[in-house]
């Protein structure tokens, strides 16, 4: 890159900011600004490998925090109960992990510390914020400070014991959350400055290496560098130094890159500049929806949701628009597109599958971040160039196959219908509708990465109904025939619907007709969707309440509700609007005794008894149901349930619980927001006109930033859980519904409430 697009970044990204010098233990932001509200501590004792974040930027490359466990992808990372730190790590990404580091003190000898360096800690002397945490390594007597910008990770210890000598351990090879670390190495290119590389291995999610490179500046001289025998490194520094800072900038492309992000990001030594821009650039995203209400706990709540929801997913490429391509034989390295600025046009990245987008990210982000939408749609679409296939969740620039069917065609889908920039929709088109062919990515089960068969969709094409069980055998996770008919009718409903846009009239006939095939796993019999294998015979015994009996992370129950494309037919299936409704209604009220989930963990959700739940919030398959009542001629229950799911689901404030310990990178921190808001989209807002469904606002003001600069106001008025009367700029609205394109002009949506249903 030329050194004037170099300068001009420096300039735009790293801009000088004044500030005092104070402790950031003494000197926060004032008490009115957003960041302050949130709760980073929400479900932190079900915290998983990607789940917890401190010292991060939207969607960074680096989420810096301390690990307290490290072992697996879940029961990793930073566990609230476990009062052990075992080091700081930069990435906590899906099946990626790298960069842990360590400040330790010793006496003589330092290479024990290669086999016992962990340190305990205290919450009291803890603070974890938006941008910035401080623990207490009580073991040494340091005070660890963490912050970073979207590519590098900056510390600040302060080694309180002056007798002894200073160190720090870097873990370059062996188990760090989701992955084993190999290859590791580390050389010193000054007294100040290091490089280092380490490798992730495969991991049975993710197939291929994926090596990080970073580059770390010190300002202090390095002394020495010893090594254990299984390559970690101690770095030594001289005896009685009281202060340390350290930037460790990332690339997964090079050393060079690394660099690069580095002097772009973050030239100076100024930690709290760093942490001030940090809560800034989050205060300017959190500050899109401003809510006016007096309890101080829903609303930190609430921006505690909105925090999850612009998070999880993680940055690949560089500031230069490099990024690691891991799609094809070989590894490469890729380039975004640059604009005339010569800045890359979107970033790249990592992430978790999109299954249950459709009823999350679709809307909160379609309505308040246009913007990340679009880069994210990029990036997929960037992966389909690269190696052939829109994925449903990349790793390390690959494809991971996790979940199941076609999640990224409704978010994509969505965007094109809301008028986001998805770039050329013939080739996005087409690129979505290669998912939906025989050999597409529905063909291929979880993590299913050498054969195409797991999927069922053949059986699918063919017989109108994916089989229970797969006669071809088991190949990759989640092959539960009942679940993946009813994901791709959805899907195929969605395409149909961009085919319909493009005026492509035979692929819109050839999808809207398959888009009905739900309706061959719904057995009348029993009034229940059920598997059935590949002679059409129902699955006998069947129980509709068995976890996994046929159904993906669900049971037949739940997942019967899974048609969010045409309730109006599955209610006809069922005998009818009224009797629907009652079936619904009956599965809320023995939700409603476990606060409609399955436990308060990923873990307890799986038990055998506990996931006999009729609805489920703490997963995604059933996250739609409370909506649907309004398709039932109920709107009245719509309000009712969603207003307890606000408060016994997504109220509060602890370690404890939260999320059921399933925020799946942003999507149950989005469908938290918009409930609260009072807003909702069946089919993910893929229709031409992308419709919201209204139901009971939680907050009496709420204003909305939108992404063309309109506002869009809530206002409630009234006591109770019903609506009375709802209106749009001083018009009534009579079904409870209202379009995208109407709330992008702007106005307000006043909500006049009662207390009872009649």
Not at 502 to 520: A, G
Not at 740 to 748: E, M, Q, V, W
């Amino acid at each position: 890159m030329k050194s004037s697009v170099v300068l001009f970044l420096i300039l735009t990204v790293c801009f000088s900011c004044s500030i005092s010098k104070d402790s950031l233990e003494t000197k926060n932001l004032p008490a009115q600004e957003l960041v302050d509200k949130v709760y980073p501590l929400l479900d932190s004792e079900n915290s998983r490998w990607f789940y917890f974040a401190s010292a991060c930027r939207p969607f960074g490359m680096v989420n810096l925090s301390p690990d307290t466990q490290l072992g697996g992808a879940w029961g990793s990372g930073y566990r609230y109960l476990t009062d052990t730190i075992k080091g700081f790590s930069h990435i906590h990404a899906w099946q990626m992990s790298g960069v842990s580091v360590m400040p330790i003190q010793y006496d003589k000898n330092p290479v024990k510390h290669f086999e016992d360096y962990y340190s305990s800690f205290d919450h009291d002397h803890e603070i974890a914020e938006v941008g910035y945490h401080k623990v207490i390594l009580e073991r040494y007597d340091i005070k660890a400070e963490l912050s970073s910008t979207a590519r590098v990770g900056f510390h600040r210890y302060t080694f309180n014991n002056h007798e002894n000598n200073s160190g720090l351990i870097f873990k370059l090879n062996g188990l760090l959350g989701p992955c084993k670390l190999k290859h590791g190495s580390l050389e010193l290119i000054d007294n100040y400055t290091i490089k280092g590389v380490t490798v992730n291995a495969p991991t049975r999610r993710r197939p291929k290496d994926l090596s990080v490179y970073f580059i770390a500046k010190l300002d202090q001289p390095i002394q020495d560098i010893i090594t254990s025998a299984d390559g970690n490194k101690i770095l030594l520094f001289e005896k009685g130094i009281e202060a340390l800072k350290m930037k460790v900038a990332l690339s997964y492309t090079s050393h060079k890159n690394a660099m690069l992000n580095l002097e772009v990001e973050c030239p100076d030594w100024d930690f709290e500049t760093v942490v001030s821009q940090s809560k800034q650039e989050w205060n300017d995203l959190l500050g899109r929806i401003k809510i006016s209400d007096t309890d101080s706990i829903k609303t930190r709540r609430f921006y505690t949701d909105l925090w999850h929801g612009l998070q999880g997913r993680r940055t690949i490429s560089d500031i230069n628009g490099a990024y690691p391509d891991n799609t094809g034989d070989e590894f490469r390295i890729g380039q975004i597109p640059l604009d005339p600025n010569n800045t890359p046009q979107f970033r790249h990245f990592n992430s978790d599958s999109f299954w249950g987008a459709q009823w999350t990210l679709n809307t909160l982000w379609g309505l308040v971040y246009p913007e990340i939408y679009s880069e994210f749609v990029h990036s997929l679409i960037q992966y389909y160039r690269d190696g052939g296939n829109v994925p449903r969740g990349p790793s390390g620039g690959n494809f991971t196959y996790v979940m199941t069917g076609a999640s990224s065609t409704p978010f994509i889908v969505s965007a094109f219908q809301k008028g986001i920039d998805v770039g050329n929709s013939t080739e996005v088109y087409e690129a979505l509708k290669k998912n939906h062919i025989s050999g597409g990515i529905m063909s291929k089960a979880g993590y299913e990465h050498r054969s195409k068969l797991g999927g069922g969709l053949d059986h699918y094409i063919e017989k109108g109904y994916v089989p229970y069980p797969i006669p071809e055998g088991k190949f990759g996770f989640h092959q539960d025939g009942a679940s993946l008919t009813l994901e791709y009718a959805y899907q195929d409903w969605t395409l149909a619907q961009m085919a319909k846009a493009l005026d492509i009239q035979t692929d819109y006939d050839y999808f809207i007709e398959r888009s009905k095939n739900y309706t061959n796993v719904f057995d009348a019999a029993v009034g229940w969707m059920r598997p059935k294998d590949i002679e059409g015979n129902w699955k006998d015994p069947y129980d509709p309440y068995q976890y996994e009996n046929g159904f993906n992370e669900s049971n037949g129950a739940q997942s019967t509700w899974f048609v969010g494309h045409d309730i109006d037919g599955l209610a006809d299936l069922m005998g009818g609007k009224d009797n629907a409704a009652n079936i619904l209604n009956t599965q809320f009220k023995v939700a409603a005794k476990t606060n409609f989930t399955s436990g308060e963990s990923h873990e307890r959700g799986e038990n055998p008894e506990l996931a006999r739940v009729p609805i489920n919030y703490g997963n995604q398959p059933s996250i739609q149901t409370a909506f649907i009542f309004n398709y039932l001629d109920r709107p009245d229950l719509t309000q009712y349930w969603t207003s307890e799911i606000n408060e016994k689901t997504f109220g509060g404030l602890s370690p404890k619980t939260g999320y059921n310990g399933d925020e799946d990178q942003g999507l149950m921190g989005s469908l938290a927001v918009i409930m609260k808001l009072g807003i909702f989209q069946m089919n993910g807002g893929t229709d031409k006109d992308a419709t919201y469904d209204l139901s009971s606002p939680l907050f009496n003001k709420v204003t909305i930033t939108l992404g063309n600069g309109n506002k869009l106001k809530f206002e409630k008025s009234g006591s109770g859980t019903y609506i009375d009367k709802v209106l749009f700029n001083n018009e009534a609205i009579t079904d409870f519904k209202i379009s995208h394109r109407a709330l992008l002009s702007g106005g307000t949506l006043k909500f006049h409430m009662k207390n009872s249903k009649e």
